[in-house]
């Protein structure tokens, strides 16, 4: 199919990653996850909204069962950084105690989100919580959680597509890149 001319790539100002690079990643994710969870039946939990396309993929990539579930948390801060302080829009639909929990991120820049969705999760009882991500960005270097699975490690850019959005836009990009300028302007 001709993509050409779609019309949010028009937007892009450069593409980091295709979305063949993108299948090929999440795939070598898959094969390491299922190596690591022989014998475990893993929860999937995405974190909505960006972690759709990401969740989609990873989990038809991962040839055994899992089960998905999703959560929504806002978190407050100023400008493009988050704070740290979270509340749940939406909660599991699922009891965890005892499970594998795999949460499914797009992307972690300060992972002060994530730090927290950590410590809720694991307050709850589960058997592991571990974490998967595509992206990465430098800040997250510095967070005290781990991150088990990561796709791509990226510099500190402002990146859209496969799920990530500018004022809720270009999520449905099937690559990832930036933006250029005429976009903010
Ligand atoms: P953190 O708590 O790790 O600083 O924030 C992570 C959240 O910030 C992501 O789930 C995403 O919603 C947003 N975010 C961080 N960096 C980017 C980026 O480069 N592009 C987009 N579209 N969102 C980002
Ligand atoms: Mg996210
Ligand atoms: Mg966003």
């Given amino acids: ?28 994710m898959a094969v390491r996850i299922e190596s690591d969870y022989a014998g475990r039946e893993i929860l999937l ?13 990873l989990a038809r990539a991962i040839d055994r069962h899992v089960e ?9 801060g100023s400008g493009t950084k988050s704070s740290g302080v979270v509340r749940i829009l939406k909660d599991l639909d699922t009891d965890i105690a005892g499970r594998d929990v795999l949460i499914v991120e797009d992307i972690i820049d300060t992972g002060l989100t994530l730090s927290w969705l950590v410590a809720n999760l694991r307050s709850r009882g589960p058997a592991s ?4 991500t595509l992206l990465r960005k430098p800040d997250a270097l ?17 990146v859209v597509g496969y799920g990530l959005d500018y004022s809720e836009r270009y999520r449905n990009l099937r690559c990832i890149g930036t933006l250029a300028e005429h976009v903010y302007t």
């Fill in 45 to 57: 939990v995405g974190v909505l909204k960006g972690a759709v396309m990401v969740m989609a993929d």
């Fill in 129 to 132: 919580v571990e974490i998967a």
């Fill in 142 to 158: 510095q967070m005290e959680v781990d991150v088990k699975y990561v796709g791509f490690d990226i510099p500190n850019a402002f």
């Fill in 1 to 28: 199919m001709d993509r050409a001319h779609v019309e949010s790539d028009l937007d892009l100002e450069q593409t980091l990653y295709t979305e063949d690079q993108i299948r090929d990643r999440l795939r070598e």
């Fill in 68 to 76: 998905m579930d999703w959560m929504a948390i806002s978190s407050y």
